[in-house]
């Protein structure tokens, strides 16, 4: 990892303003008009806590696209963390929707009691139906306050729910659920996760690239970071199901007690690591290849294999 950057006090410093931000976000109008329990049930989701490694990534990525360009990016405003938090929305929707007794029937998360178990299934199906159209205003809106011209604050939203939709998480989501209970591939499981946790964590990247109006090049090189870390990520996800417990993740049920197919099953915890470390490695040649030197981006890249929940 960077000796030289002190990533604890960068996230902490990070989440709180993705936090701040999110509190903007479920004070907005369009969620004061749902009904009180979809209100209820959204504001669960979203404020359930997590790494919020999606709009941590997303900022950080238009910081390194305008320090490239020579325009500064040190100082983030609040809008570039506005847009950042469109794609935590969808990150709580696909949890609050994966948690369902018809999917994973998960009762915990986070070491808390997930939204359904605490709001209902009724409600929690409707709040993670609502974040999808509020996200999508979200970024709308927060890439035309940053200063983006009204075709790029188009082109970040329709980037968004490219990732989020049937090319990409949900079409991942629905490979998953196809895949329990059968032993998949290592090609087969790399696709479910491009797609799955890969697609919308590479858009978070590939949105603050837009918004900072990035170049071809840039833009391929925050593309390309991004599925790799993706890759990573779910990677070590899977490390930690193999070897932590219920407690020390705060998930329950895990993927191998519903029968799904992981890296650990395939190659063993020492293979599965390798793998995860080597997609970090691709991941970092990919930003450095377009230009983009970012110590934050190289201390998260590391940070997700090294994680410990």
Do not use: N
């Given at each position: 990892m960077t000796r030289t950057f002190d990533l604890t006090d960068y996230l902490r410093a990070e989440v709180a303003r993705v936090d701040a931000a999110l509190e903007r976000a479920l004070d907005?109008?369009?969620v004061h008009g749902l009904a009180a329990g979809v209100r209820a049930a959204v504001a669960h989701g979203v404020r359930s806590g997590g790494k919020r490694l999606r709009?941590?990534?997303?900022?950080?990525?238009?910081?390194?696209v305008r320090r490239a360009k020579g325009l500064g990016g040190d100082a983030a405003p609040d809008a570039a963390y506005d847009l950042a938090v469109s794609l935590e929305l969808i990150h709580a929707y696909s949890l609050m929707h994966d948690d369902l007794p018809c999917m994973d029937d998960a009762d915990l998360r986070r070491g808390q009691?997930?939204?359904w178990k605490v709001h209902g299934e009724a409600d929690t199906v409707a709040g993670g139906v609502a974040l999808i159209p509020l996200a999508a205003l979200q970024a709308l809106r927060s890439a035309r306050a940053l200063g983006c011209t009204e075709a790029v604050a188009r082109r970040a939203a329709e980037t968004l729910?490219?990732?989020a939709g049937s090319g990409g998480m949900v079409g991942g989501q629905g490979l998953d659920l196809l895949g329990e209970d059968r032993a998949l591939s290592s090609d087969e499981l790399d696709e479910l996760h491009a797609h799955k946790t890969?697609?919308?964590?590479t858009a978070s990247l590939w949105v603050g690239g837009i918004a900072a109006e990035a170049s071809e090049a840039q833009e391929a090189a925050l593309v390309g970071y991004g599925r790799r870390i993706g890759l990573a990520f779910q990677i070590a996800d899977d490390v930690l199901d193999a070897t932590a417990s219920a407690e020390a993740l705060g998930k329950r049920p895990s993927d191998?007690?519903?029968?799904?197919s992981t890296y650990?099953?395939?190659?063993g915890v020492d293979e599965a690591r390798t793998r995860g470390v080597e997609q970090v490695d691709q991941g970092l040649a990919a930003l450095s290849a377009g230009g983009l030197e970012s110590p934050a981006l190289t201390a998260l890249a590391h940070y997700v294999m090294e994680r410990d929940r």
């Amino acid at each position: 990892m960077t000796r030289t950057f002190d990533l604890t006090d960068y996230l902490r410093a990070e989440v709180a303003r993705v936090d701040a931000a999110l509190e903007r976000a479920l004070d907005a109008e369009a969620v004061h008009g749902l009904a009180a329990g979809v209100r209820a049930a959204v504001a669960h989701g979203v404020r359930s806590g997590g790494k919020r490694l999606r709009p941590v990534l997303c900022v950080e990525a238009w910081r390194a696209v305008r320090r490239a360009k020579g325009l500064g990016g040190d100082a983030a405003p609040d809008a570039a963390y506005d847009l950042a938090v469109s794609l935590e929305l969808i990150h709580a929707y696909s949890l609050m929707h994966d948690d369902l007794p018809c999917m994973d029937d998960a009762d915990l998360r986070r070491g808390q009691p997930t939204t359904w178990k605490v709001h209902g299934e009724a409600d929690t199906v409707a709040g993670g139906v609502a974040l999808i159209p509020l996200a999508a205003l979200q970024a709308l809106r927060s890439a035309r306050a940053l200063g983006c011209t009204e075709a790029v604050a188009r082109r970040a939203a329709e980037t968004l729910l490219g990732a989020a939709g049937s090319g990409g998480m949900v079409g991942g989501q629905g490979l998953d659920l196809l895949g329990e209970d059968r032993a998949l591939s290592s090609d087969e499981l790399d696709e479910l996760h491009a797609h799955k946790t890969g697609a919308l964590l590479t858009a978070s990247l590939w949105v603050g690239g837009i918004a900072a109006e990035a170049s071809e090049a840039q833009e391929a090189a925050l593309v390309g970071y991004g599925r790799r870390i993706g890759l990573a990520f779910q990677i070590a996800d899977d490390v930690l199901d193999a070897t932590a417990s219920a407690e020390a993740l705060g998930k329950r049920p895990s993927d191998s007690d519903l029968g799904k197919s992981t890296y650990v099953a395939l190659h063993g915890v020492d293979e599965a690591r390798t793998r995860g470390v080597e997609q970090v490695d691709q991941g970092l040649a990919a930003l450095s290849a377009g230009g983009l030197e970012s110590p934050a981006l190289t201390a998260l890249a590391h940070y997700v294999m090294e994680r410990d929940r």
